[in-house]
């Protein structure tokens, strides 16, 4: 798929990859930024190459193939397209708060799936270890778990970490941006990121978003 050189939204792109696992079990559907080669007023004129754009394709084509999303859940027509500052897992988890939290030791395979920082390994990590005995959050951490992005949405035993309540949509929100802004490379598109540039949460930011009040 050639992104950017169309304008199909990544909606219309995600669901014609869908149809392509499901009518022909393809493989693999791969994504390329459109980069424009000259000037002819024939082709299309980019700033610069949607890589950002191609990151969250890929993304979400991990999600569609491994995770048991659908595209349609991932996007719709309100919102056809992927955040530039979160990537597409963490965007639908914000958005469907009402299915969190979940409990490590109660939930399916494909609902630890759901939450973001738990992959496939984990998951299937976690099924096999709590037929033995109910894991706590130092459990999850040696189980391959990245704490700092699922802690918003889980609980073990019905506990959050710290014993803290962490369902709060401005406060998470505000925690995962900061941590995308720390590992996500500058695909040369500065104009997209630069809303990171202040986007470092103090004590007071975070006392605020608990209770309400960001």
Same mark, same amino acid.
């Given at each position: 798929?050639?992104v950017?050189?169309s304008?199909e939204s990544?909606?219309?792109?995600?669901?014609?990859s869908e149809?392509?696992y499901? %009518?022909f079990?393809l %493989?693999r559907?791969y994504y390329s930024?459109?980069?424009?080669?000259?000037?002819?007023?024939?082709?299309?004129?980019?700033?610069a190459?949607?890589?950002?754009?191609?990151?969250?394709l890929?993304q979400?084509?991990?999600?569609?193939?491994f995770?048991?999303f %659908?595209?349609?859940?991932?996007?719709?027509?309100?919102?056809?397209?992927?955040?530039n500052?979160?990537?597409?897992k963490?965007?639908?988890?914000?958005r469907?708060?009402?299915?969190?939290?979940?409990?490590?030791?109660k939930?399916d395979f494909?609902?630890?799936l759901r939450v973001?920082?738990?992959?496939?390994?984990?998951?299937k990590r976690?099924i096999?270890?709590?037929?033995?005995f109910?894991?706590n959050f130092?459990n999850?951490?040696?189980?391959g778990v990245?704490?700092?992005?699922a802690i918003?949405?889980i609980?073990?035993d019905?506990?959050?970490f710290?014993?803290?309540?962490?369902?709060?949509?401005s406060f998470?929100?505000t925690n995962?941006l900061?941590?995308e802004? %720390?590992?996500?490379?500058?695909?040369?598109?500065?104009?997209?990121l630069s809303?990171?540039?202040n986007l470092?949460?103090?004590?007071?930011?975070?006392?605020?978003?608990?209770?309400?009040?960001l």
């Open positions: 798929m050639m950017g050189a304008p990544d909606l219309k792109i995600l669901k014609l149809s392509l499901k %009518k079990s %493989k559907v930024a459109y980069v424009s080669i000259n000037n002819d007023k024939n082709l299309p004129s980019l700033e190459p949607p890589l950002l754009r191609e990151n969250r890929y979400a084509d991990w999600l569609l193939r995770y048991g %659908k595209a349609e859940e991932l996007l719709d027509e309100t919102h056809p397209n992927f955040n500052l979160l990537d597409p963490c965007e639908w988890a914000l469907h708060l009402e299915c969190f939290p979940i409990d490590i030791n939930a494909y609902t630890l973001p920082g738990i992959g496939v390994t984990s998951a976690i096999r270890a709590r037929r033995n109910n894991l130092d999850l951490k040696g189980l990245v704490l700092k992005r918003y949405f609980t073990c019905g506990k959050y710290n014993h803290a309540n962490y369902l709060n949509h998470i929100e995962l900061y941590q802004r %720390k590992s996500v490379p500058i695909f040369n598109t500065s104009k997209q809303l990171f540039d470092n949460p103090t004590k007071e930011d975070t006392i605020k978003c608990l209770t309400g009040n």
